[in-house]
C-alpha cells in the first residue's frame, strides 16, 4: 500500500491519498465491485456496488456512513445523478436485469427502461449490456450499452424511443466499448456528448443528435467513464496495454483543450508533436479503478473494480 506522505500526478493536479476512507464493516456493509460514485446537492457521496445486501452506501464527505440501501441489483454497473427541478433522482444500469432503473435517492422506483425493441438489432433481453447513462439539457436520456452491442440510445425523459447511433466497428462513429457518457457543457452555447470508446483508448465527442465530431487519444488507457468537473474532464483507467492481465490502472484528468495534464499513478503525460506518448501505471495505488467524483474541496474519491473487495479511497488535493 502506498505511503499516505507520497503524493501523485502531476503539475496542478497533484494528490494525497487515503486508501481507508471509505472502509467500513464487511460483516455489516459487504462490497464486491464498486463500480461508481456520485455527490448530490447535501454533498453526501453515494457509490453503487453489485453486492446486493447494499446495493448503495452513501457517506459524508469524512468517509463516515450515513446510510445503505438497495438489494435489486446483482448487476449494477452505471451510477448518474439527475436533478428534475431541484429533486435528484439516480439512474442506475444493471446489466444483470438488463435494464435501467431510475430511483430516488432513497431508493424508490420510478422508471425502467427495458431492451431497446424499437431497434431491431435487438431480439433478446440478454443482448442489451448498459453500463452508463447521461441526461441531455432538455432531460432527454442517453443509455450507452457498452458490454452489449455497443449503441448509444436516446430516449425522452419519459422513456420514449428517440434514435441510437454507434454500433461495434472501428469507424469514426463506432465504438469497441461504449463505456461512459458524459454531457458536455463547458461550453454552455455547444453542449456535446462525451463517450468511451474503451478497447480502442479514445474518447470520442459527438452532437446531442449522434453526429461523430471529433476524437480524443489516450493511448495505453482503458478509460472508463468522463466526469466533467469545472473545466477539467476527470476519468478512471482500469488497466493499461502494458499490463493486461493485471490491476495497472491509474486516474487521467485532461484540461479545456482535451490534453492529458496529469496522470495520478500513472507517468506523466508527455506530449511529442502534440501526440500524447503511451501511458501506464508507475505506482501500484489503484489495482483497477472505476470511477471517479470530485468534492467542492477538489478531492478526488476513487472506486474500483475486481479489487479484493476494498471500498473507495480519497485523493486529497494538494
Not at 469507424?171 to 469497441?176: L, M
Request: proline letters at 6%; hydrophobic letters at 30%.
Amino acid at each position: 500500500m502506498i505511503d499516505p506522505e507520497t503524493l501523485i500526478g502531476h503539475g496542478t493536479h497533484r494528490y494525497q491519498v487515503f486508501p481507508d476512507w471509505g472502509k467500513l464493516n464487511p460483516a455489516t456493509h459487504p462490497v464486491k465491485d464498486c463500480h461508481e460514485m456520485v455527490i448530490d446537492a447535501q454533498g453526501r457521496i453515494l457509490m453503487l456496488t453489485n453486492e446486493t445486501r447494499n446495493n448503495i452506501l452513501i457517506y459524508d464527505r469524512s468517509g463516515k456512513l450515513l446510510d445503505s440501501w438497495g438489494t435489486d441489483y446483482p448487476g449494477g454497473h452505471g451510477l448518474t445523478l439527475v436533478n428534475e427541478n431541484g429533486e435528484e433522482f439516480l439512474l442506475i444500469t444493471d446489466i444483470d436485469r438488463h435494464q435501467v432503473i431510475k430511483t430516488t435517492l432513497t431508493g424508490q422506483v420510478v422508471m425502467t427502461l427495458d431492451y431497446p425493441r424499437e431497434i431491431s438489432a435487438y431480439t433478446a433481453a440478454d443482448q442489451f449490456l448498459p453500463t452508463q447513462t447521461a441526461v441531455g439539457p432538455t432531460g432527454d436520456l442517453y443509455v450507452t450499452d457498452g458490454y452489449g452491442l455497443q449503441y448509444v440510445i436516446q430516449y425522452t425523459s419519459q422513456g420514449d424511443y428517440i434514435r441510437h447511433w454507434g454500433g461495434r466497428g472501428d469507424e469514426n462513429g463506432q465504438f469497441d466499448c461504449v463505456h461512459g457518457i458524459a454531457l458536455d457543457t463547458r461550453k454552455p452555447d455547444e453542449p456535446t456528448l462525451l463517450l468511451t470508446s474503451r478497447n480502442h483508448n479514445v474518447l470520442k465527442r459527438f452532437t446531442l443528435d449522434g453526429q461523430y465530431i471529433s476524437t480524443i487519444p489516450l493511448p495505453g488507457s482503458f478509460v472508463c467513464r468522463p466526469v466533467i468537473h469545472d473545466q477539467y474532464v476527470f476519468a478512471a483507467v482500469f488497466r493499461s496495454t502494458t499490463n493486461r492481465n493485471i490491476g495497472s490502472g491509474y486516474i487521467t484528468i485532461l484540461d479545456e483543450n482535451d490534453r492529458v495534464i496529469s496522470t495520478p499513478g500513472g507517468t506523466e503525460p508527455i506530449y511529442e508533436n502534440g501526440i500524447l506518448q503511451t501511458q501506464s501505471q508507475h505506482r501500484p495505488v489503484f489495482v483497477h479503478p472505476h470511477d471517479v467524483c470530485i468534492d467542492a474541496d477538489e478531492n478526488v474519491y476513487v472506486c474500483q473494480w475486481n479489487a479484493n473487495n476494498v471500498y473507495p479511497m480519497q485523493l486529497k488535493r494538494v
